[in-house]
């Protein structure tokens, strides 16, 4: 791979070719190289990696969660729902071939699982509210009776 000339640019005579994931799998991946690495290092390249995305902000929130390392470099990276799994399906051979050359280690792998997040109970009425504020300090049932304060329904 040679890198482009300016004068070329300037005249041109650009070749846009990018390469395709299995041509960036094939540079970046050594089936021999098998560097041990720290989830500190992982933590600081995945960080460089997100940087490159600051033009797909969806992407880059995605993938804001530091995956888990786990036996074999397995990298395991939780996500809310099928939206992000294919926003991860776009890249994911770019991230995987980036993190392999960078961590010279090609037996990265990176799964993304989806997980469910327990959310609470939205508020709608004041009555809610004031339950909840309730919950957290007794002495606003106290401050409502002397000063006679109704939700004005």
């Known amino acids: 791979m040679s890198s482009p000339s ?16 299995k041509e960036q799998h094939q540079i970046y991946s050594k089936d021999n190289e098998k ?7 992982l933590k600081l390249k995945w960080e460089a990696f997100l940087k490159r995305l600051d033009d797909r902000p969806n992407l880059q929130s995605t993938l804001s969660n530091l995956p888990e390392l786990k036996e074999d470099y397995q990298l395991i990276l939780e996500i809310e729902n099928t939206v992000q799994e294919d926003l991860i ?11 392999r050359k960078e961590l010279k280690n090609s037996k990265i792998q990176l799964n993304a699982i989806i997980t469910e997040k327990v959310k609470g109970r939205i508020i709608y009425s004041d009555a809610e509210k004031y339950d909840e504020l309730l919950k957290e300090n007794q002495g606003l049932a106290l401050l409502r009776q002397k000063l006679n304060l109704d939700f004005g329904q």
Do not use: R
Not at 35 to 41: H, I, K, N, R, S
Not at 89 to 99: Q, R
């Open 89 to 99: 399906g776009t890249i994911k051979p770019e991230l995987v071939s980036w993190l």
């Open 6 to 21: 300016i004068k070329d640019a300037l005249e041109g005579k650009l070749d846009d070719k990018q390469l395709s994931a």
């Open 35 to 41: 560097e041990d690495f720290t989830l500190e290092e």
